[in-house]
């Protein structure tokens, strides 16, 4: 059974950094990509970055320049790097497996790509 966890929010005031982290157990880490998505209250889910296998990033266009994704296959962990936090990027956050390796140029947001998620952790900035 594949468990995900998350770790690393809090409250943070704009302009700060934090770094999530999300573990993978049950699974063959390196053979999947993985996903960041977030949720606000009364907002959609919608994805944030997801990393393939070999590294290469994804990000969606707000988040872009301020966040990065990376990966450690020895670990079975990937990380979310968010610097420059606005009040906007409050929400919860979720790790998430993808069912590929690849991260899928046109729908990697798509949570149906996703067989696995976390619970989350939460992200709060004030101003």
């Known amino acids: 059974q594949v468990q995900v966890k998350e770790s690393g929010g809090g409250l943070v005031q704009a302009g700060g950094t934090l770094r999530l982290s999300c573990t993978a157990s049950g699974l063959t880490f390196g053979d999947h990509a993985m996903g960041w998505f977030r949720q606000a209250p009364g907002e959609e889910r919608e994805g944030v970055s997801c990393?393939?296998?070999?590294?290469?990033?994804y990000y969606i266009d707000s988040v872009k320049g301020r966040f990065t994704i990376s990966r450690d296959n020895t670990k079975n962990t990937v990380y979310l790097l968010m610097d420059s936090l606005k009040v906007e990027d409050s929400a919860m956050y979720y790790c998430?497996?993808?069912?590929?390796?690849?991260?899928?140029?046109?729908?990697?947001?798509?949570?149906?790509?996703?067989?696995?998620w976390g619970q989350g952790t939460q992200v709060a900035v004030s101003l």
């Open positions: 990393i393939e296998y070999r590294n290469k990033e």
């Open positions: 998430a497996v993808n069912s590929y390796a690849y991260c899928f140029d046109n729908d990697w947001f798509q949570a149906n790509w996703y067989g696995a």
